[in-house]
């Protein structure tokens, strides 16, 4: 049973959606501000966090950030209508995925259940002896532990999004795809997602590629196609 952490200051919002949510199956836990969730973070580290954005004392968006930081957990942002810049930084910050409010109970219980596909599907034993890594410009992506390892054998820390997306580039090196090919083949299925979530994703990976004055040429922007992922790759 995966287990969730609710963390938002509408405590019957929190009602409501820790009974909805463990009516399909799910261990719940709940917050109210950055206190709450750190303590509940220390009791039980969840599969997966429903943070909201707006909270007293630390935002969700600075929560996001350390959570990223410190954890492998899956995060969902819950963002007021229009805040555009909102769902930006946050996923910037390594959000998962985002929903705005209000939203339908429903479409949360899919995005929760997409998280958590994508990020089980991928989540091994550290001592599984069958291991997938693909390698490209002196960089190692393994897919079987999650980890993307520098030219100098830096582990760099990837969020699920992170991890989804490369991963995509990786497995059609010198390829263009367009966002949309990006969003769906990343995400498992097709989503209404706003226009800057892949150019926001790309953009962290970009950063997390320099290491030197070529990192960026990694990931190519062709005007009007989508990305071109420049290395050649290899499986080893």
């Known amino acids: 049973m995966s287990h969730l952490l609710l963390v938002d200051d509408d405590l019957e919002v929190l009602a409501l959606l820790r009974k909805f949510l463990e009516q399909h199956g799910y261990s719940v836990d709940v917050a109210a501000d950055g206190r709450a969730l750190w303590q509940a973070v220390e009791r039980r580290l969840p599969d997966l966090i429903i943070l909201d954005v707006m909270l ?52 949360l219980l899919a995005r929760v259940r997409a998280v958590l596909r994508r990020t089980g599907e991928t989540r091994s034993p550290a001592n599984d002896t069958s291991r997938w890594v693909l390698a490209f410009d002196n960089w190692q992506l393994d897919v079987t532990r999650r980890e993307l390892r520098s030219p100098d054998n830096v582990m760099i820390p990837l969020s699920t999004g992170e991890f989804e997306l490369l991963l995509v580039f990786v497995e059609h090196p010198r390829r263009v795809l367009s966002r949309q090919q990006l969003l769906d083949m990343a995400r498992g299925e097709t989503y209404d997602a706003f226009d800057r979530s892949i150019d926001v994703q790309v953009s962290r990976l970009r950063r997390k590629l320099e290491t030197d004055s070529t990192g960026a040429s990694m990931i190519r922007t062709v005007r009007n196609g989508g990305y071109l992922f420049t290395p050649q790759v290899v499986k080893r």
């Open 56 to 107: 007293p004392g630390d935002s969700g968006l600075v929560l996001c950030q350390r959570l990223r930081a410190e954890h492998t957990v899956g995060i969902v942002m819950l963002t007021a209508m229009g805040e555009l810049s909102d769902r930006v930084v946050g996923l910037e910050l390594g959000a998962d995925d985002y929903l705005t409010k209000p939203f339908d109970a429903r479409e």
